[in-house]
């Protein structure tokens, strides 16, 4: 088999290639550094909320009124005048019996109470919000050393001691 010149070239190309891609996955390793510091980034964070408290307060009942006691009591008297006197005299009698009998027959009816209904006690939910403040941790400001020299990073977490780094070495033109 017989390679010329150009076929040549192409393949010590490649195997020269091939031998150095080793050498640029070496530079990248991992190692540990030591942690110096461990300091948690905390905010404070207002978070309201609602209070709310049941009250009592005392309202008036609305009126019960019941017409049928000046009702019987308007007929009643109405019957009762008319048994008294004559003539015009009668009717009159009739009129102010029914009147003074509305008037008793209501007042025994509704107890007297003269149309006023009474107080009762109603339960009134008063709510207001109230400032809830909260510490919130937003990772940890971490310095270690690693080969003499200081670094600090932010984290999520608290690595503890040792750090494990990743180690990338590039040459610099």
Not at 11 to 22: E, F, M, R
Not at 50 to 76: D, F, I, M
Not at 133 to 139: E, F, M
Request: charged share 20%.
């Amino acid at each position: 088999m017989k390679l010329t010149l150009k076929q040549l070239s192409i393949c010590t190309t490649l195997l020269g290639l091939s031998l150095t891609l080793p050498v640029a996955h070496a530079a990248d390793f991992e190692d540990y550094a030591r942690v110096t510091k461990v300091t948690p980034q905390v905010e404070q964070v207002n978070v309201p909320r609602q209070e709310c408290q049941t009250e009592y307060e005392n309202v008036q009942r609305p009126q019960e009124r019941s017409n049928a006691g000046g009702l019987l009591g308007g007929l009643a008297g109405g019957l009762l005048g008319s048994q008294v006197g004559g003539g015009n005299g009668r009717i009159a009698a009739a009129a102010a019996g029914a009147i003074t009998g509305a008037l008793v027959g209501d007042r025994m009816d509704n107890n007297g109470s003269g149309g006023q209904g009474g107080y009762e006690s109603r339960p009134v939910r008063q709510c207001r919000n109230v400032d809830s403040w909260q510490t919130r941790n937003n990772g940890y400001a971490v310095t270690y050393e690693y080969a003499g020299r200081s670094y600090t990073s932010v984290m999520p977490y608290d690595p503890g001691s040792r750090l494990r780094l990743h180690i990338s070495l590039t040459p610099r033109p």
